[in-house]
């Protein structure tokens, strides 16, 4: 069953299945371009998982064919007479992007169509990210004498490599969905038919997995990622320990040895 939240639905629908928490971009005659109104309604959906305990993870979709086109332009040309106004347009999508990185849940995309400049900024900002066969992903700025605004000039070498990143950026070319797997920058590619299903059953399995190992593990690899190796393996080597003495790992040894699916808290 669906457990539907009113959070703006009319840009951004926010529903509940079972442990997984589904922000889902609804604008598809805009190509689901992102606003500041659709950045607000992803920032509240968010924090509204993060405070219920049912929700294990999230997942960010669309509907209609493309998955997320960019920035609203015609939002951005408005606030063009005010460089305040710009600043709070990047900044607040700044924010929301990195408090998906942030997040104690781990964080789902699912791309179909096409993920174009800011739509590509918004699915690197998710831990994983599946592809339909037919999807086609770039780094549009430049075609448009525009620079990225919300991480892609940090997010996209890290993932692809300083080359790639900025080949995607100079040429402003798009990527098929099986490149972008090669590359890292999306870890599945399936069938456009089974795109939701299989999403969705990733989730559920992420799900059923030891809630806080979960956090853990993505706590330790975003804030290790900002320092050298030495820095990441002290956070590793001063959390675990405590970690290993939990019931969650009692049970999860107890499963093993009792050759069952453990039952995590």
């Known amino acids: 069953m669906s457990e539907k939240v009113a959070v703006c639905e009319k840009l951004v629908n926010v529903s509940i299945e079972g442990p997984v928490g589904i922000l ?11 606003s500041l109104a659709v950045m607000e ?11 219920n305990e049912k929700v294990r993870v999230v997942l960010i979709r669309s509907e209609g064919k493309h998955f997320c086109t960019g920035a609203d332009l015609d ?3 408005g606030k063009r007479d005010s460089l305040e106004a710009l600043k709070h347009f990047i900044s607040y999508g700044h924010g929301v992007l990195r408090s998906l990185e942030n997040s104690r849940l781990p964080v789902v995309a699912a791309v179909q169509g096409l993920a174009l400049a800011g739509g590509l900024e918004l699915m ?36 692809v490599g300083e080359r790639r990143a900025l080949d995607l950026m100079f040429s402003a070319r798009w990527i098929e969905a099986s490149e972008a797997q090669n590359w890292g920058l999306v870890n599945y ?21 030891n809630a806080s190992g979960i956090a853990a593990m993505k706590r330790l690899t975003v804030q290790g ?33 009792e050759k069952r699916q453990p039952k995590f808290k």
């Open 24 to 34: 889902e971009l609804n604008r598809p005659q805009l190509f689901n371009c992102l």
């Open 41 to 51: 309604a992803l920032s509240t959906g968010m924090r509204g998982f993060e405070d």
């Open 75 to 77: 939002e951005v040309k």
């Open 124 to 159: 690197m900002s998710a831990d994983v990210a599946f592809a339909a066969e037919t999807a086609r992903m770039g780094c549009q700025h430049a075609q448009f004498g525009l620079i990225p605004g919300w991480g892609g000039t940090q997010r996209l070498p890290r993932l």
């Open 189 to 209: 590619v399936v069938p456009d038919a089974e795109l939701r299903a299989k999403t969705m059953e990733y989730c559920h399995t992420v799900a059923s997995r």
């Open 225 to 257: 990622l900002t320092g050298n190796l030495d820095y990441g393996l002290s956070l590793e080597a001063a959390e675990a320990p405590a970690a290993l003495m939990s019931d969650n790992v009692s049970e999860g040894l107890s499963a093993f040895l």
